[in-house]
Nanobody, 126 residues
Framework: QVQLVESGGGLVQAGGSLRLSCAAS????????MGWFRQAPGEERRFVAA????????YYTDSVEGRFTISRDNAKTMVYLQMNSLKPEDTAVYYC???????????????????WGQGTQVTVTS
């Protein structure tokens, strides 16, 4: 069983920063792609960022490219999402998720991820 627990969300003004953390338990953390998704009210869950199991490849949705940075520490079984220059449209519940062993063509699809955290709310005010 894998458990994922997100933290670090909160209320921030536009232009501000937040750092989300995801604590993972379970043996297969280090061998898996890890991802961050977000879901705004009334919308579907959408891909934000993913990182390969070694941390040497990262991927972002276009709207956060250059503002967000995903990273991981396999020794601590942690995944992070540094969010800078936040915008009101970044407001959502953010979820950490465990992905496949390798980055494939469907790495941005929620269906490619098998374990999810409970989510952490990020609210950006204008």
């Amino acid at each position: 069983q894998v458990q994922l627990v997100e933290s670090g969300g909160g209320l921030v003004q536009a232009g501000g920063s937040l750092r989300l953390s995801c604590a993972a338990s379970g043996r297969t953390f280090s061998s898996r792609v890890m991802g961050w998704f977000r879901q705004a009210p009334g919308e579907e869950r959408r891909f934000v960022a993913a990182i390969s199991w070694r941390g040497d490849n990262t991927y972002y949705t276009d709207s956060v490219e250059g503002r967000f940075t995903i990273s991981r520490d396999n020794a601590k079984t942690m995944v992070y999402l540094q969010m800078n220059s936040l915008k009101p449209e970044d407001t959502a519940v953010y979820y950490c998720a465990r992905g496949p062993y390798l980055i494939g063509i469907s790495f941005s699809a929620p269906a490619s991820y098998d374990y999810w955290g409970q989510g952490t709310q990020v609210t950006v005010t204008s």
